[in-house]
């Protein structure tokens, strides 16, 4: 449909949009499946564009596309607190795909309390959020590894180190990761609650941030306890945009130096119903809507 170009009130900036990236929690928000969103509402929560004095700027934050109007327009009205300048190392398609997989993956590994020499695990390595963890865990000086589901069965497999983030395969030979004992794992995928648990070592933390089907899992609480062991949520619609800025803003070095990467599958596409509709039936790769770059 057709909007009228937003007007900035005090303290707001108006954004053109040149990309948007498409997560998932936009295609459940578009859906009807968070409760607290205000409608009629434009979706979208991650942006890149140029504001009206000519400056590069990228953001995210809870607020868009669900108490706000979000980034899947041309234009998006924000907060001045909002705005972070852009990388110069970053398009604007990639750094619309930044947002949300950065802020989660940052997240998760602060309430994880991952730090130098911590042995970690990301369960989803070759997805946004969890090649997002890795790269910022290798930060932080942990000891990490990815897992990646086996292509034959129902089992995960090490990912090869030296593999681009976002292209990896499994390890040979194969290897079992939750196996092995870990001070923490990110478990992006949700569906390794229970195995994980009985893979932590004494005091050890296991990530979750979605909930597969009816986002009920069993626990095995005897495990979880017998290790001093704790179940840690992320849910990345609890940070505000000016809080996300002033994250990107830190990260923004580290993208310059090349230290942090953009996921590499980027799928830009003009604004449309089609991402939506091929991430609700479980494609992969990560969508941008496009305005111009």
Known sequence: AELPTPRAGADEVLVRVRA?????????????????????RVPGRDFAGVTSSGEAVWGTGAELGFRRDGTHAEYVLVPAKALAS??????????AACGVPFVTAWHALEHARVG????????????????????????????????????????????????PIQDLTPAEPPAEPLARSWDAI??????????????????????????????TEPVPLRDL??????????????YPAAECAELLR??????????????????????GSEPYLALKDGASGKFVFTFGE
Not at 20 to 40: E, F, K, M
Not at 225 to 238: H, M
Not at 250 to 271: C, I, K, M, N, V
Request: a positive charge; hydrophobic letters at 40%.
């Open 20 to 40: 948007a990236g498409i997560n998932r929690s936009d295609v459940s928000n578009v859906l009807g499946s968070h409760p607290y969103t205000t409608v009629p």
């Open 86 to 95: 852009k990388p110069r190392a970053l398009s604007f398609q990639q750094a």
């Open 186 to 215: 990110v478990d992006t995928t949700g569906r390794w609650l229970a195995p994980s648990i009985g893979a932590l070592a004494r005091g050890g933390r296991v990530v979750v941030m979605v909930s597969p089907g009816a986002g």
């Open 250 to 271: 830190r990260l923004t070095p580290h993208f310059e130096s090349g230290a942090l990467r953009a996921p590499e599958r980027l799928q830009p596409r003009p604004l």
């Open 116 to 163: 130098e020499g911590a042995t970690l695990l990301v369960i989803g390595a070759a997805g946004g959020v969890g090649s997002a963890a890795i790269q910022l865990a290798r930060l932080r000086g942990a000891k990490v590894e990815g897992a990646v589901r086996v292509k034959q069965g129902s089992g995960l497999e090490f990912a090869h180190r030296d593999a």
């Open 225 to 238: 306890y017998r290790r001093e062991a704790s179940i840690v949520g992320v849910n990345s619609l609890l």
